[in-house]
Structure formats: structure tokens, C-alpha cells
């Protein structure tokens, strides 16, 4: 499956919003332009929009990166200037009707890696008022009844995603650094799971990813790891060959009951080291509503208008 299919098939199975998505992606490149990501409705629209985050690219001379969402002119960012050491380079776009990212190069390129964070989210009235996005009868009478519009006018809301969830997750991160030992070739290799119980006051998150793609790795090993959220199994099947150990690259993926996560290849490989941070919180009223649970009504108008409740 194309990577653009893939990404379009996960944005579209986000279920607890606002989640993280990260999108790793290694191909050779031809001579001009490659189109990596092609996005448009209805896996994006006003309603679920996306917004870009962070980037991970491999410095190269040769190599433009192109990126346009909606209607705005395309960005354009030399990739010889983003060998950053031990950083991610923001790149925050919104995009509502349509997301294209075109990696242009000037000759061949082997083993070209990157990595994009993109924000999959359910927009609160503040963040539709500062976006200029459409809001219903009820988006209206709800800003005027919290004065939401006023909040946005003065700078107040609505809060920056990071900042929202600092706010709201309750609890502890743990990272765990393992070495997977033996990987059978077509087989996925269970690393870890971890399961909670029905009706529990808590959930978990992951909310980083990275491994070794040194010691050998090549692209067409197609080493990847595999997450399973729940019932979604391998909900993201994550390319290892893109990776780097140097960098945890951030993610934002709740789970209710279970998060579990293997390594895949379509090689017999040893000694694979992985690494990953999964958070462990309470579940507030506020997160049940968030997530589309039953919760009061004060909750869900909260989240719906964007508010500390």
C-alpha cells in the first residue's frame, strides 16, 4: 500500500482525538519531483482537520521539500539545512481541504529518510474562531454562553495542543529501551504489552517511538514496528529503516485497554534495539469527553468550546 493510502487509512481510524501520528517514510528518489503525501477530502476536512508538527529529514544538497496545505503557496525548505543536532524542526501547517508533500531532487538519491508529525484533530470552537473555521448555530450560542470569541480576541484561548494535554493527562511516562534478540523473517515479534482492566480509571498513551536502523538494517528488509490500540491491530506499522536511536521522535496514541507493540521484517534480523515512552494516566471527566465517552455535561461543553472547565 502507498504511504499516502496508508496515512489516509490511519488519519481516518484516529478515534481518540487529539492523536499524534507519526509518519515515517525511506524510498529512492528519481531525478525531479517524488510526491510522497497527496491528502484531500473526506479524509481531511473543517471538521477533522490535520496540522503538521515536527520534521526529520536527511540533510541533502540535492533535495527540496516541498509542502502545501489548502490553499497557501508552497513551503519550500532545503534539506541541507536541517541537519540540527538532537532537535526535530517545527513545521506547523493546518490543513482542512488538502495536504501534498513533494520531496524534488536534483539527481538519484539512495535510502532518502524522513519523518513528519501530524496532529489528527476534533477543532473546539475557540481553535474554529481563531482558524476561521465554520461554526453552527450551536458553536455560536455556546461562544457567546462562555465567552469563547472574546477569549480568542484577547489571546487567552485557545490553548496550543502540547500545552492542552500537559494540562489534562494526570499521571506518569515511563520509557522502555529494549533488545529484541531474534526477528523471524514475515513473523511479528512481540516486544511488550500492556493491558487495562475494564472500566479502569485509567488509559495509557504512547507517546514516542525509535530504534536502530544501523547494525546492517536495510530498506529492503522492511523492518517495521507494529502497534496495536485496542481493537485496531497494528493500528501503525511503523518503518524502522527511517529511525534513528539518536532521536525520540514524539507521538500522541491513547489506548483504553491495551497498547501492544512488535517488531516485524521481511528478514531474519538479531539484536534489534528499540526504544519507546508510553504515558499512564487518569481518565478525568474532562478526557471522557474528550475521547467521545459518556461524561457530564459540564466536560462536554468544555472541551467543546475549548475552556478550563
Keep these: 500500500m502507498a ?16 492523536e499524534l501520528l507519526p509518519l515515517f517514510h525511506a524510498q529512492n528518489l528519481a531525478t525531479g519531483d517524488n510526491p510522497i503525501i497527496t491528502l484531500g477530502s473526506p479524509t481531511i476536512s473543517p471538521d477533522i482537520p490535520i496540522l503538521t508538527d515536527k520534521l526529520s529529514a536527511t540533510p541533502d544538497a540535492t533535495v527540496l521539500l516541498k509542502l502545501k496545505a489548502d490553499k497557501e503557496a508552497a513551503h519550500k525548505a532545503e534539506t ?10 517545527p513545521l506547523e501547517f493546518l490543513a482542512t481541504k488538502s495536504l501534498s508533500l513533494v520531496l524534488n531532487a536534483d539527481a538519484p538519491v539512495s535510502d532518502y529518510k524522513m519523518y513528519l508529525g501530524i496532529w489528527v484533530v476534533r477543532p473546539s470552537i475557540a481553535q474554529r474562531i481563531l482558524w476561521g473555521l465554520p461554526l453552527t448555530p450551536e458553536h455560536e450560542a455556546l461562544s457567546r454562553k462562555r465567552g469563547v470569541r472574546d477569549s480568542v480576541v484577547k489571546g487567552i484561548l485557545p490553548f496550543p495542543i502540547s500545552y492542552q494535554i500537559e494540562r489534562e493527562c494526570m499521571g506518569f511516562k515511563r520509557t522502555y529501551a529494549e533488545i529484541v534478540a531474534a526477528v523471524t523473517s514475515g513473523q511479528a515479534t512481540q516486544i511488550i504489552v500492556l493491558s487495562l482492566p ?14 536502530d536502523s544501523g547494525a546492517g538494517l536495510t530498506l529492503a528488509n522492511n523492518a517495521q514496528i507494529y502497534v496495536t490500540r485496542d481493537d485496531d491491530t497494528n493500528y501503525l506499522k511503523l518503518p524502522v529503516f527511517p529511525m534513528d536511536k539518536a532521536y ?10 491495551k497498547l501492544e507493540i512488535s517488531y516485524y521484517a521481511d528478514a531474519n534480523l538479531t539484536n534489534r534495539y528499540v526504544r519507546f515512552t508510553i504515558g499512564r494516566y487518569k481518565l478525568t471527566d474532562i478526557l471522557r469527553a474528550r475521547f467521545g465517552l459518556e461524561a457530564t455535561q459540564e466536560a462536554r461543553e468544555s472541551t467543546l468550546c475549548g475552556v478550563v472547565p
Design 3 to 18: 504511504i499516502q493510502d496508508e496515512l489516509a487509512t490511519v488519519i481516518r481510524k484516529a478515534r481518540y482525538l487529539p
Design 248 to 257: 525520540d521522535f514524539p507521538a500522541f496514541i491513547p489506548a483504553l485497554h
Design 198 to 211: 475494564e472500566s479502569s480509571d485509567e488509559f495509557l498513551v504512547l507517546e514516542s517511538v525509535t530504534a
Design 80 to 89: 541541507v539545512s536541517l541537519d540540527v543536532m538532537g532537535e526535530l524542526t
